[in-house]
């Protein structure tokens, strides 16, 4: 690629990971993981179990920090970065478990998403503090377009209680939402949905996309992944094996050898 059009291709990306390494005091989970994300793309992680797709998820989201390289969002460093500071550089996640208040309401429940990385954070929000009281009520009807998004048809005074856990998943998904995101990490939003679900997670994915909100998906189930991605990350043992379009990384001879359990 000339000079001119990597600074172009190097304008449109949100995240650049340089030389990522992490260990946890044992072998390196993460090896040299060098790749970039640009704006406004479906970007999917893949790799067999234990490849280091969470690991690397939770560096971007500053959870963990790189053993050594760095991660730069927008261009900037974000070793220095709180994980509740990252909501206001515009990214937002979703976590392979429920972490869903069975006691608050569903608008609770997506309200709590824009607490985060505000002054008092969660507890404002569990606490209902006067001033998030009326930045809440404010909110309220984003609340309504945000269930319509993500295809919930529940009130939002409802208790989550008797919901299925693919609308769980959902109403995850829609806190994510709250704090309208430029960049969005979604660990395993289909794990444990039946297929008629997983079409509909595509659906909703496809539509976030369509609203410029970069995805980053880590997914295990490939037709979904490659239904929706524009770009796919393959890590192996730590390592970024391949990466590009489904159809390039469907047919590389690594991938179809890391999936195969050869290599
Ligand atoms: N906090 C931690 N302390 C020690 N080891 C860890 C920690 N987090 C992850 N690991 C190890 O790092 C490796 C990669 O784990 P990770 O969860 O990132 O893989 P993954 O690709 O997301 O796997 P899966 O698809 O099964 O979720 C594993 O061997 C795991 O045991």
Redesign the pocket.
């Known amino acids: 690629m000339s000079a001119v059009l990597q600074s172009l291709a190097a304008e449109n990306d949100i995240v650049r990971l340089e030389g990522v390494h992490k260990d946890?005091g044992g072998p390196k989970?993460l090896e040299d993981v060098t790749f970039s994300l640009s704006q406004g793309h479906v970007h999917s992680l893949i790799?067999p179990?234990?490849?280091?797709?969470?690991?690397?998820l939770n560096i971007v989201s500053c959870l963990y920090r790189p053993s050594a390289g760095r991660v730069l969002i927008d261009g900037h460093d974000t070793a220095t970065l709180a994980p509740h500071a990252l909501a206001t550089l515009g990214v937002c996640r979703t976590f392979?478990n429920l972490k869903i208040c069975r006691n608050m309401t569903v608008r609770e429940n997506i309200l709590l998403g824009a607490h985060v990385g505000l002054q008092g954070g969660l507890w404002a929000g569990i606490l209902r503090l006067p001033a998030l009281v009326r930045r809440d009520r404010e909110l309220s009807d984003k609340v309504q377009d945000l269930l319509a998004l993500v295809g919930l048809d529940v009130s939002p005074d409802s208790l989550p209680d008797a919901m299925s856990y693919g609308a769980l998943k959902r109403l995850e998904l829609a806190r994510a939402l709250i704090r309208t995101p430029r960049l969005l990490l979604l660990d395993e939003p289909a794990a444990g949905l039946n297929p008629s679900e997983k079409v509909e997670m595509g659906r909703i994915i496809e539509r976030l996309a369509a609203q410029h909100i970069t995805v980053v998906l880590?997914e295990?189930d490939m037709k979904l992944v490659m239904g929706v991605s524009d770009h796919v990350v393959v890590?192996n043992y730590g390592r970024c094996i391949a990466q590009g379009t489904p159809t390039e990384v469907a047919r590389d001879p690594d991938v179809i050898a890391a999936y195969l359990g050869t290599k």
């Open positions: 946890f989970v790799g179990n234990g490849a280091g797709k969470t690991t690397l392979q880590i295990h890590l």
